[in-house]
Structures are given as C-alpha cells and as structure tokens.
C-alpha cells in the first residue's frame, strides 16, 4: 500500500448545517495508493467530511463555509457531484443505499453513468465486481431489496467501482455486520486497494480500520485531535483507551491480520 503522488487533500475544512459546525478548519491528506482512515465516534463529522469531499453535502443541508478540497493536485470543490464522480471520485454512503427495486444489473450500470470511460471500459468495471463479489453475478436479475443487508453492501460498493473510481470514499462499510463478515469486508477492501484504488476509509470499528490502514486521523467534535501512521497509532494508549477499549488489544494490532480470500458474500447480524 502507499504511493508516491497526492490522490486527495484537504486543507482548512469547515462546514455544518445551518448554525451547526460539523468540520472546523480540517486538514489530511490521502498519498495515491493508500488506505487513509478517519476515526471518531457518533457526531465527529465524519460522514460530513465524506460528503464535503464528494459535494454531496448539500444534498443533506449542509455547506461548506470555508477551506479546500484537491484532486490530484486539481481543486474540485467548485464541482457538481457529478463532475466528481467524473474526476473519478466516488462515495459508498452509510446505510447500504441500493436501489430497491431496480435488479442488480440495473443497480450495477447506474453505478457507471457519468464515469470515464467508453464501453470497453465499462464491461471492464463489471468484470472486475463480478471477480470480487461473484453473488452479484449469480443474481444479477434479482432486485436489490430481496438481497441480504451484506449483499447489499457489496452491491453499493460494486455500483461505485462501475466509475472505476481513482479514490473511493467509504462510510461506514462493516455497520450492522458481525465481526467476522465485517473482516471479510476489510479483506475486500484491501484487494480493492491491491487493484491500484486509493480508499479513504470512515469507520466506527477503530481495530478493523486500522488494520487496513495506512494513516489514521481521529475526528473529535469536527476537529482532528491526532493523526499519524496508522501503526503508531493502534499502539497508542490514548486511542486503546479511547477507541480500542472494547476491543481485544491483540486484535487491533495492524500485524495481526489473518487472511481471508475475497469472498463471494457478507453477512449481517440477525
């Protein structure tokens, strides 16, 4: 993981909804080929954040009200959401968000509109999902709301790489999944980024993300309280405490990762 050029920063971010400040003069950056996660609990910004990048923030009442986002050394933050997606940045929101009922094919092709690309490309995207989540393949015809909540997260995550997105912005991906799908998440999200994808991962799950990471920002009440590689800081005793305290200590070490093969579903809790 990690490369050598800027996929995304973001310099002096704020933002809120209406009297309400979310972000307060944020600042990180995502290196090309990484994994970057950010980390808070409920009400950090982190999903504000997410939005700000992709400016779906409006879309939710919010705006924002000062700082930058760049692409590539390219600032987007004048960009319709479409023209992000163009650029090739692309968000997996929180909640499993699927088209209910529209099939999974469907679901998939929508996932391509406004991307790079022509047609070869397309059917190139689709390859690459149906080899990381081949349940899409077997039940393409199926509508989406008949799936499972685990396939349907790995629908909402295919619909994003149909873009072949150059960064992928992830909230929340292993909600409501038990621990074990939820490592079957982060193995796919791992291939994900084996596969050239730069991911900025929003995880409440600080031992998963920052297993996958390679750089880690804790958000506290819309600001970054730290930051850091990521194996510095699962070995802090600040954020053991903090966000580990509930976790197997010898579990959120970043070495202690078994390894799954990608597999074709997750799992919810039910």
Known sequence: ??????????????????????????????????????????????????????????????????????????????????????????????????FARMTVEDNLRAGALGARGDRKARASALRRVHELFPVLADRSRQRAGLLSGGEQQMLAVGRALMASPRLLLLDEPSLGLAPLMAA??????????????????????????????????????????????????????????????VVDEDAAAPDAVVAHPVLSGWEETR
């Open 1 to 98: 993981m990690g490369g050598t050029g800027l996929a995304l920063e973001v310099t002096d971010l704020s933002a809120g909804y209406g009297p309400v400040h979310a972000l307060r003069r944020v600042s990180l950056t995502v290196p090309e080929g990484s994994v970057v996660t950010v980390l808070g609990g409920n009400g950090a910004g982190k999903s504000t954040l997410l939005r700000a990048v992709s400016r779906t923030l409006s879309f939710h009442g919010g705006a924002v009200t000062s700082g930058t986002v760049a692409l590539g050394g390219r600032p987007i933050g004048g960009l319709t959401p479409d023209r992000v997606v163009a650029a090739g940045v692309c968000q997996v929101p929180e909640g499993r968000q699927v």
């Open 184 to 245: 079957r998440i982060a193995d796919t999200i791992r291939e994900i980024n084996a596969q050239g994808t730069t991911v900025l991962l929003v995880e409440q799950n600080a031992a998963l993300a920052l297993r996958l990471a390679d750089r880690a920002y804790v958000l506290e009440v819309g600001e970054v309280a730290l930051s850091g590689p990521a194996a510095e800081l699962a070995a802090s005793d600040e954020v053991r405490r903090r966000y580990l305290g």
